[in-house]
């Protein structure tokens, strides 16, 4: 069969185009999964220098010398989260520490529902009866462990991530404008020059955009909710305020993430009754009024997005990056979509991309 087709001269059945094509995407998707401690600091990096790069641009302008640009905003920038770390920093800690306890509460929750659900006897031999408290307090002690183990490796590999990605920010700031002219000047064709220049300069307009306009439209919805919060009497709120600012970033998931938490916390706070509901109730109401009224008023249409290629580009990024690759889900698909309208082969996908 082999010397029939070289005879013929058509290609093998395994040398088809879109077979290819699909191997080289597998691949790519492994490589992305594989080299996330590599390749997650870069992309953050890059993503949060189109943010960052107008105003160290403003202040080169003003006479300011490039790397001390760079150090000044990114040092205000570093100075904003360490302030707001330093205000959740206590109320996180003390429900960290309950934790083992509230995964133990919620361990009991759920093997009562599944009792009541699915009635099962255990047989003689095995013995009834309540757990002694000896066993509860020894399996509660290893649970906390658990926790504790978790926390230190997920603490240092932070800590590195983060670094990483602040150097190579400062970097990529200070050698901004350096990195875009050596980069135009690789293309050879000059209207093709434009065409890079262009679409650089729009996706960073546009991640900037989204990222800034997203930061206020959060800060709004976090206070709005922390207020409510502490209206209702749940303890913390301002923990329960900053954690919902930053997971709307989250398209979709983000909120429901949240609606989980509240409801966790209600029933911590107010026991297993109806007062259990109000705090997922009153940060769905202030949601649903941003969503529908103050978000399309600040983003217009220039950033909107057709909601199902959102929801897949989260989906995606979140299962090869976790939380941050669901973050950085939306400003790569901006910057698709930049790309997409300067690439002849790839203008298709716009009409996909794009909302009405």
Not at 4 to 27: D, I
Not at 120 to 127: C, D, M, Q, R, T
Request: charged share 10%; glycine share 8%; proline share 7%.
């Amino acid at each position: 069969m082999i010397r029939a087709t070289l005879a013929t001269g058509s290609p093998p059945p395994f040398a088809s185009p879109w077979l290819m094509r699909t191997l080289v995407l597998v691949a790519v998707v492994l490589l992305l999964e594989q080299a996330r401690p590599v390749l997650l600091p870069i992309v953050i990096a890059i993503v949060f220098a189109f943010v960052l790069a107008a105003p160290v641009r403003f202040l080169r302008r003003h006479g300011v010398h490039e790397y001390v640009a760079s150090g000044l905003v990114l040092g205000a920038v570093i100075g904003a989260l360490v302030l707001v770390g330093a205000l959740v920093a206590a109320p996180a800690a003390a429900w960290w520490q309950r934790a083992p306890q509230i995964v133990h509460n919620l361990v009991e929750v759920a093997q009562r529902w599944r009792d009541a659900l699915f009635p099962y006897e255990a047989p003689a031999s095995l013995g009834a009866g309540p757990v002694p408290a000896a066993a509860l307090g020894e399996r509660i002690a290893n649970e906390g462990w658990t926790f504790t183990r978790l926390a230190i490796g997920e603490t240092l590999s932070f800590a590195f991530s983060a670094s990483a990605t602040v150097i190579l920010l400062f970097f990529l700031l200070a050698s901004e404008h350096w990195l875009v002219a050596r980069t135009v000047n690789l293309v050879q064709s000059p209207r093709a020059r434009v065409l890079v220049r262009s679409g650089l300069r729009q996706a960073e307009r546009d991640i900037g955009l989204f990222i800034s306009t997203m930061s206020i439209v959060n800060i709004v919805l976090g206070a709005a909710t922390g207020f409510a919060l502490w209206a209702i009497g749940l303890p913390n709120p301002v923990l329960w305020g900053t954690t919902t600012a930053v997971l709307a970033f989250v398209p979709y998931l983000g909120p429901l993430l949240v609606t989980f938490l509240l409801l966790l916390a209600g029933n911590v706070a107010f026991g297993a009754g109806l007062a259990m509901f109000a705090p997922p109730a009153a940060f769905l109401a202030l949601h649903c009024v941003e969503a529908n009224f103050l978000s399309p008023m600040f983003m217009g249409h220039r950033l909107r997005l057709r909601p199902v290629f959102v929801f897949v580009a989260v989906m995606l990024w979140g299962w090869l990056w976790g939380i941050a690759g669901a973050f950085l889900a939306v400003p790569l698909l901006l910057a698709l979509r930049a790309l997409c309208k300067r690439v002849p082969r790839l203008r298709r996908v716009c009409a996909y991309l794009e909302a009405d």
